[in-house]
T-cell receptor, first 114, second 112 residues
Framework: GDSVTQTEGLVTLTEGLPVMLNCTYQ???????LFWYVQHLNESPRLLLK?????KRTEHQGFHATLHKSSSSFHLQKSSAQLSDSALYYC????????????FGQGTVLSVIP | NTKITQSPRYLILGRANKSLECEQH?????MYWYKQSAEKPPELMFL???????RNETVPSRFIPECPDSSKLLLHISAVDPEDSAVYFC????????????FGEGTRLSVL
């Protein structure tokens, strides 16, 4: 079945440093959709980025990611971390075929400290 | 997110029956129930498209979904179990556009 693997556990960064959260996936489908969701404490997951185009950078709210089908990756990056970026980040995969089932990774907690 | 409303927001139950409600006015044709247990990612329970149940993941039979119209979704729970303690999110999307699900605020269920 489909699976998503993310940077494990907790990533702690000092404010102003670059952010990189890893995401790799496995699927038999050749045209998957990849998503990043962010979930702040006691809130619902909110879509941050999405992509289905190979090697095209997608950006939103200072974050960016590029889907690389050759390496099955969709890493989340930001040039400079802010305190407000502290949250739980999920990478998710939807295989094509319109089944609309998101397969989530286990999540990565990002903690940005002053 | 105030575009998908869920009620109640908090629920504390013994072994009772209760229904969770969800409504969206976004014109979305797909509606979902997700369960998020502590420190775990959301897990799909049910997916409706145009009021038809098209995905029914492995969920205990005490959970029964209902979609009375394309903008409303219900989750009936009977004789809850402690393992049911979780946040239940309703979500919706435009299925044909491969749009990512938009999540509601969730109902936090605590089973005594």
């Amino acid at each position: 079945g489909d699976s998503v693997t993310q940077t494990e556990g907790l990533v702690t960064l000092t404010e102003g440093l670059p952010v990189m959260l890893n995401c790799t996936y496995q699927t038999i489908y050749s045209n998957p959709f990849l998503f990043w969701y962010v979930q702040h404490l006691n809130e619902s997951p909110r879509l941050l980025l999405k992509s289905f185009t190979d090697n095209k950078r997608t950006e939103h709210q200072g974050f960016h990611a590029t889907l690389h089908k050759s390496s099955s990756s969709f890493h989340l990056q930001k040039s400079s971390a802010q305190l407000s970026d502290s949250a739980l980040y999920y990478c998710a995969l939807e295989a094509t075929g319109g089944n609309n089932k998101l397969t989530f990774g286990q999540g990565t907690v990002l903690s940005v400290i002053p | 997110n105030t575009k998908i409303t869920q009620s109640p927001r908090y629920l504390i139950l013994g072994r009772a029956n209760k229904s969770l409600e969800c409504e969206q006015h976004l014109g979305h044709n797909a509606m979902y129930w997700y369960k998020q247990s502590a420190e775990k990612p959301p897990e799909l329970m049910f997916l409706y498209n145009l009021k038809q149940l098209i995905r029914n993941e492995t969920v205990p039979s005490r959970f029964i979904p209902e979609c009375p119209d394309s903008s409303k979704l219900l989750l009936h729970i009977s004789a809850v179990d402690p393992e049911d303690s979780a946040v239940y999110f309703c979500a919706s999307s435009l299925r044909d556009n491969n749009q990512a699900p938009l999540f509601g605020e969730g109902t936090r269920l605590s089973v005594l």
